[in-house]
């Protein structure tokens, strides 16, 4: 499928849900901005049309950018190999930094978003609605706070491999 009949079907698809469109750098891998409360929608939806064949997740990366956590879907087909579509969605923080907030979970749509969606909770502190299953933290060596947001502040002064040497 060529680029532009992904962008003209994903118009079709996700009309009413998509806040803003452009490519992704300089390359023609479109990108579509939709409301963090309509991704698990748009991500059924993409994914279970037969001219997208978007079947897979490749991967789903975060960062942070004026007070909001930007999750950034980079979708594929298993046949083609290729990322064909990048769909974002952004959540905004709370002012104070340390307490979680809400985000959809696309986890039921593919399954491997699960492990990319635990950790992006623990680093960033966002809690995937509707995920598939919780894993325990993974990160929890005594740090309070959310490592990858811009306004956390260390105050751990032993690491992992400390407390492992310790144990010994």
């Known amino acids: 499928m060529e680029k532009n009949d992904v962008e003209l079907k994903v118009n079709e698809l996700l009309s009413k849900k998509i806040i803003e469109k452009h490519k992704l750098g300089r390359?023609?891998?479109?990108?579509?901005?939709v409301e963090n409360k309509n991704i698990s929608e748009a991500a059924l939806l993409l994914s279970q049309d037969p001219t997208l064949e978007l079947d897979m997740?490749?991967?789903?990366?975060?960062?942070?950018?004026?007070?909001?956590?930007?999750?950034?879907?980079?979708?594929?087909?298993?046949?083609?190999?290729?990322?064909?579509?990048?769909?974002?969605?952004?959540?905004?923080?709370?002012?104070?930094?340390?307490?979680?907030?809400?985000?959809?979970?696309?986890?039921?749509?593919?399954?491997?978003?699960?492990?990319?969606?635990?950790?992006?909770?623990?680093?960033?502190?966002?809690?995937?609605?509707?995920?598939?299953?919780?894993?325990?933290?993974?990160?929890?060596?005594?740090i309070r706070g959310f490592p990858l947001r811009k306004k956390f502040k260390n105050e751990h002064t032993t690491t992992f491999f400390e407390e492992k040497k310790g144990d010994a």
Do not use: C
Request: aromatic share 10%; hydrophobic share 45%; glycine share 6%.
């Open 57 to 142: 997740l490749d991967h789903l990366s975060a960062m942070e950018a004026d007070g909001a956590v930007v999750l950034s879907y980079f979708l594929a087909s298993k046949k083609r190999r290729k990322i064909d579509l990048v769909v974002r969605s952004s959540i905004l923080l709370k002012n104070d930094g340390e307490k979680t907030v809400d985000a959809q979970s696309v986890s039921s749509v593919w399954q491997v978003a699960a492990g990319f969606e635990n950790e992006i909770a623990e680093l960033f502190g966002l809690n995937f609605v509707g995920a598939l299953r919780e894993q325990p933290a993974f990160f929890s060596y005594g």
């Open 27 to 33: 390359t023609q891998v479109p990108v579509v901005w």
